[in-house]
């Protein structure tokens, strides 16, 4: 039984090494987007996985397509049109700079995709599991208006429903973030969030939390997750992560999984960053993984919050890992020795 | 006294070497547009120049001003407002295999200028020579009523104007072309185009061209120019250039230029190709350059299609060629010996 | 139904540019090996295919994998286990240096794999062409002895089998390859091979040419295609390739395909060398498409030759083309005029 | 009004990364100098900035000059003549091993400068702010006797004068130095330095510093400020930089400033290190342009110190920057958080 | 009168940065092994040194010959011939991702080297330290042999010995490991080793130490080496170098040495990796250097520490250092400030 | 008995690929000089070869020392000292448009040499031949007294004198090479030249030929020969090369040798040229191998022109070559074919 993702995926352009967007004279291109991250992520680990997005039909786009068939993602329900694909330029921040991202998404072919385009129930056929974020209704009104229709039929057919928040205020006001995102927790079984996009999006607020000071306290999640789960009775669990952005160049990392009263915490990794784009994708990769292969809450935390914390070592938004990986370092290895 | 260019700079975005898109890891950044390439050009050859474009208010398009003005570009009449700028991806092709370009320039800050945007007496004042091609109106209702008003205050204020028909099919149609175009080339004085181009446009044929058999006849040029003059009185020069697709990798160029009954044709360079975009806009630069500081037609016919040859053997839509370079390959030395 | 092809690949390191070994400091890593390569050529063009090889499990065999895989070719055939994967070095030639390749394949999982590894009847399972070269027998009496029983099995299944003679003088000797080659060519249906190939293994030679001076009469052939077929009744067809070496920089490329009385033969194409490398292999895989997709003879032989010209522009093992492009060359556009 | 600055800038060549002179097989080419590098940066900020120097007339200045145009410096004055221009190679440290650098600026045109190259009063013309360092007088004897010209004439058209003192034993002694130094600083009236730089040149020191052990006390430099101003009565403010060397990757940074009996001290940032080379000449963009844009002594030293801060994350000797990303990180997010 | 190494090189190939394997499209390559960086180290420090190996008679075995002999080692002793070079891929890790190696060394022409193809005589002649570890002797049984008779005619010819114990669990067993190093110690004058390998091989154990909490206990080593010397009374120093591992970006390091009762320790280092493999190997070196140059005891191990320190920030196998860096650190500046 | 050579050696610096120095971010860093070219050849082809020149005492010459030393030159004569060394900018051409070199080169330790530094009679010791190009005397008065110091005690001991005329416009007039090497030619045994540098310094011309036009004729080159031996009765063979420059990207290349009243002459290869720079001094490498063993006149022009082909093939100044390839070239297999 596969996982489903749906989500835009976009060409990242980022100038090499630290240097800044006025001294590219070459960029590095890979591709990302918050669901394929996850659908690459659980692929490597060894799930069948399908991707569904909208994709030009042109060269940029077929070698796209390569890369995540690559990874062992199925991609035969990706709709092909003419348009364009979304970019994002990256800069990669450095101690006291901080990375710069310039989106240049409009237009692309994955924004527009409408109800329409995708045959839901034909797409779901299989599927034992479905994750998406809150980037995706973002898109549009139209994707937004499908992702509500894969969420809803993949709730009533019994399929696990996932989502990450992922609050992006250049898509969408608060509001209507707020009025979307109310509809599709409806159906979700496993919300992932943090401090700031359950504040941005819900409202809810974890207490004595400072984030340009690079300190988040822990304190309080377990308070928000209740709250979340109470405005929203199908979530089962909630997991947040916590980044501390001592700098650019070092973060804390660690996350909390709530379900009922309890809460379950992992343990906080001091990461030097290689790239931290695509972190949280990983941990809900990592997450759903544990779920869906009969961990426990407790083990689960630790492998998504090792699994992501590896992902910022690696360059690129995908989590190039095994679980074999995860789990040395889940259960306590972080030591770097050399694996000969 | 300046010289004016219009039109859209574009981020150019290409696979190293002789890589294909479906094998890029990476890629070359450079910028370009027919305009800018002309500006390049003739700043390079110590001429004043100012570049009128737009661009978005981000550092991508940052790093782009800061290119122009490193060249000598004056980019003080530039149009920067929040949006995107026009990226083409550009694979190089070898031998048999065409190179490919795929265009993602819809949208652009450039496209969607209007005339309330420019101040045309303004842009105009100090200039002596106006120069446009037939992409910059393709791009926009807006921007070919700018173009439009541009180069019919420049006849006005005596400022001689001169146009490279440059035909883009993926812009527009050969009717809206014809139309627009019939009326942009009235207050045109010096006119460029190649064999196809005339034809595509204005239905004017040269005889016995044979366009993917890599062989151009050169007969009849002179006839398609007195045509293309009776029909626009005000053209007083009308140049083609001669491209023979030998193959990618190798190509034929010459270059005629036709005044009244006279027909000046320039030697033909078989040329090793390093790079032949922006081929055209160097030789409309030369062609511009020699014609501004007195060359005779012969002169100036020879001097402009040897910088164009020189263009082809330089990385990127910029010719980066001095005018002592031009004047030692148009005199007659293409040894390529070393300059010690 | 689908395409099988059997055999090595190998990790290619190849240095930078026009490097020689003595100058490496990085080498550029690709895979190839020639079924794979006929694999991936067809892939490309859309057929369903599945690529049976050995390859160890470690990471640099999971990047081969995730390779082959991204360029749609089944990969759920292949024997992994503890062991290495062949390496060839490879310094690419100009002029009149030639291009230098170093074998470091001994002892590879490949060479290893025997009929106890194999499931045929399996293997073979929904599959209706069977491709292999002389290569793969001559890594080792194992893997000769698989290959004979896949082909012989799949000549009773009524699967065509096609088989490229490619004679490797490394690997075995001439007696060898005589005798094995003469049990396999028994269950071939379409024979390729170029001149030297088919005069090392089975003493059958083509008169009047001269290998080394860079010219190769093409007289004779149909005699020679007809003395193959002669001796092996079961071929119906057989095509030669002719690489004229001008220089390591500049080859003479066509091809011919006898059957019956009847030859066919290609235009010739004079090609500025990228990569010569996997030539032959593209070759038989725009062969196999064409004939698999009901070509004639002389369209099909006319494909197959302007896709593997099209290869020798393209760097790597793997022909990356598409069918658009490769009928568009067959069909005579050889200008190399930009796509746009 | 613009600001001029005048001194030599190199040719800069780094092996890239971090390998050593010996592993040298291609070198990053970047332009720099000390007061090159305050006009970019100021240029940056938005200054209207002329740069005095001397080129030599090859291509390898004329990139310079392309270079330095590209950001926005005047370089209309500069003088062009036959020769040479200086080069620094330099090796990237880490950790216990330290950056190195290999000058090779003997002979250059910049140090054949004399008083009659340059029209001190044209030069002058339009200028609000005069820069130097303490490195070009030390070129030369005829550079020293123009760069007295300038401050002294700058000094009675009532421009402000800004010196940073920067020893460099490798182009004069101490002794030679404070002879020379000690005339300049007569016109100052804003003088920066460090600890070392102005007990070397005038034997004026802060107690209880260790600079090898890596930590510098504070204490002390309004007293040396307030020795100097004694000694130069026309020096309105003295600023100090205070770098304490952890290691070649990490460095404590911070700065105060001293007018009269005040003493502003800046935060300290600790940084991990992409190239501090040109650090202090950030810090003195920043100073001047606060300073001229009428911020408090407070905020002038937090904004000086916040733009050097980040120069050290950025490579190559330019500050490339803008006025929101220092005021950002001045006003207190350090905190690396990716700007989206 | 020179130095002898004997032991394996290998060609590293390793991913550009922290690429992983799985994203590796090209690869830098150096050569190293234990016994080669030894002797380049010395010979970089000025010794004469000669090295023993054997090496394929192929251009990428010329290459590493070319590399050796560059840095001043004697290769006249190497045998060469028919056959392959062992090949080692390396990723680099990043704070928890552990840095990974695959070998690929199996069946190299070092590894079938035996005591017929060595005049042992001869190539001790002139010598006066002969340098081994314990990964030769893991090579093959005619590798130990050959081993075993190099040390035991170097210490009849009264030529120090020193080795560095280097177990390798993946060339051979514990139990193998310890009989033939019990031989082949018995020849050594100057034993390295770390915790580790003392215990994996001989089974004498240092207490209190905890290799994957990243912290390792100082207490016990002389202990630890009085237990060595009394098993081997040959034995006159033990040196142990002390990683703690605190990720695979920053780890500790420094050492002891043991001689009779007396336990020198060195000062710690706290290093931001570059590339810590020949870490061990430069620490060799830098103790044979200071031993066979009469340093104290003391000043050895600091002197070897320090040479080691500075290997980790030098990428490849090999400390490319002068003695005067060495020193320079070893006396205590570790500030990494600019030598200009 | 080795062969001894005498001149600079300076770092060469080239931007990547066929990039402009006005493009140039990096260049790629190798070292050169026509008598290092020589000594690196003859190394490369077995012969014993020590280099005499001067160094600073710098990592950038560090380096330099080390590359000569990986090619198996003997450095032990190179005299060190503090300075700078030279250095060459090179861009490289394609087709029309020429490669152009700026020197650098004025106040290196090479040049500042004299008679001093040198122990003739050391330096000869055990040297059976000494060659020397017309550059280095052209360094200075100080270089031309050691050059002519050495080729006059080279004589009397019996020892092959040869020398490259290799006039160069930019370090001395015609008058003064014609007076110095009128000198220094009386010691020469056996002269290489090109048409144009023996005309340039001792007025001896070809008839018929016409370098631009890229078309030399063969004739009257043993008029010439004859010319010159009757003017200098010591030299016994002249060698001329013949380049004919059809553009920067493709020349003719052959030779003659003179002997007497014979006239020997080469095959011409039409090269596709890598880099051509040091192709004149590869040719006198592969003169003195052959001549120095035992090559007959025909054999010798076709082995030393074969060489300097392949030179032209390769990157860098150095000609990289095994005399295994040499032969096989001048014994006529130019087709390039890959060696596998």
Same mark, same amino acid.
């Given at each position: #039984?596969?996982?489903?993702? !749906?989500?835009?995926?976009?060409?990242?352009?980022?100038?090499?090494?630290?240097?800044?967007? #006025?001294?590219?004279?070459?960029? %590095?291109?890979?591709?990302?987007?918050?669901?394929?991250?996850?659908?690459? $992520?659980?692929?490597? #680990?060894?799930?069948?996985?399908?991707?569904?997005?909208?994709?030009?039909?042109?060269?940029? +786009?077929?070698?796209?397509?390569?890369?995540?068939?690559?990874?062992?993602?199925?991609?035969?329900?990706?709709?092909?049109?003419?348009?364009?694909?979304?970019?994002?330029?990256? =800069?990669?921040?450095?101690?006291?700079?901080?990375?710069?991202?310039?989106?240049?998404?409009?237009?692309?072919? +994955?924004?527009?995709?409408?109800?329409?385009?995708?045959?839901?129930?034909?797409?779901?056929?299989?599927?034992?599991? !479905?994750?998406?974020?809150?980037?995706?209704?973002? @898109?549009?009104?139209?994707?937004?208006?499908?992702?509500?229709? @894969?969420?809803?039929?993949?709730?009533?057919?019994?399929?696990?429903?996932?989502?990450?928040?992922?609050?992006?205020?250049?898509?969408?006001?608060?509001?209507? +973030?707020?009025?979307?995102?109310?509809?599709?927790?409806?159906?979700?079984?496993? &919300?992932?969030?943090? %401090?700031?996009?359950?504040?941005?999006?819900?409202?809810?607020? +974890?207490?004595?939390?400072?984030?340009?000071?690079?300190?988040?306290?822990? =304190?309080?999640?377990?308070?928000?997750?209740?709250?979340?789960?109470?405005? !929203?009775?199908?979530?089962?669990?909630?997991?947040?992560?916590?980044?501390?952005?001592?700098?650019?160049?070092?973060?804390?990392? $660690?996350?909390?999984?709530?379900?009922? %009263?309890?809460? !379950?915490? $992992?343990?906080?990794?001091?990461?030097?960053?290689?790239?931290?784009?695509?972190?949280?994708?990983?941990?809900?990769?990592?997450?759903?993984?544990?779920?869906?292969?009969?961990?426990?809450?407790?083990?689960?935390? %630790?492998?998504?919050?090792?699994? $992501?914390?590896?992902?910022?070592?690696?360059?690129?938004?995908?989590?190039?890992?095994?679980?074999?990986?995860?789990?040395? &370092?889940?259960?306590?290895?972080?030591?770097?020795?050399?694996?000969?």
């Amino acid at each position: #039984m596969a996982i489903l993702t !749906f989500g835009e995926i976009m060409l990242r352009l980022q100038p090499f090494g630290y240097k800044r967007f #006025m001294q590219a004279e070459a960029y %590095e291109a890979v591709y990302g987007g918050g669901e394929a991250n996850v659908a690459v $992520s659980l692929a490597q #680990m060894g799930e069948q996985v399908k991707y569904l997005t909208g994709l030009p039909d042109n060269r940029i +786009a077929d070698k796209c397509v390569n890369v995540l068939r690559g990874f062992g993602v199925d991609t035969g329900a990706i709709v092909r049109r003419s348009g364009r694909m979304g970019i994002y330029f990256c =800069e990669k921040g450095c101690a006291q700079r901080a990375s710069e991202i310039i989106y240049d998404r409009a237009g692309s072919v +994955a924004a527009g995709l409408t109800l329409a385009d995708v045959d839901v129930n034909a797409v779901l056929d299989g599927v034992e599991w !479905f994750h998406v974020t809150g980037i995706t209704p973002a @898109l549009s009104d139209g994707v937004a208006e499908l992702t509500l229709a @894969l969420a809803k039929a993949a709730k009533e057919k019994g399929i696990t429903v996932s989502c990450d928040i992922n609050y992006r205020k250049k898509l969408w006001s608060r509001e209507k +973030a707020n009025k979307v995102m109310t509809e599709l927790v409806k159906y979700v079984d496993v &919300l992932i969030s943090n %401090e700031e996009d359950v504040k941005d999006v819900f409202g809810i607020q +974890a207490e004595g939390s400072d984030i340009t000071g690079g300190r988040l306290s822990a =304190e309080g999640y377990g308070k928000v997750a209740r709250e979340v789960m109470k405005r !929203f009775p199908g979530v089962k669990k909630t997991a947040f992560t916590l980044r501390e952005s001592i700098s650019a160049s070092v973060n804390g990392w $660690s996350a909390v999984l709530c379900e009922g %009263e309890s809460v !379950f915490k $992992s343990k906080n990794y001091v990461i030097d960053i290689v790239d931290r784009v695509g972190g949280g994708d990983s941990f809900g990769a990592g997450l759903i993984y544990a779920l869906k292969n009969g961990y426990s809450n407790a083990e689960a935390i %630790e492998f998504a919050t090792a699994a $992501s914390c590896i992902k910022q070592t690696v360059e690129g938004d995908f989590n190039i890992v095994t679980v074999a990986e995860v789990k040395r &370092l889940a259960e306590g290895d972080g030591s770097g020795r050399i694996q000969r």
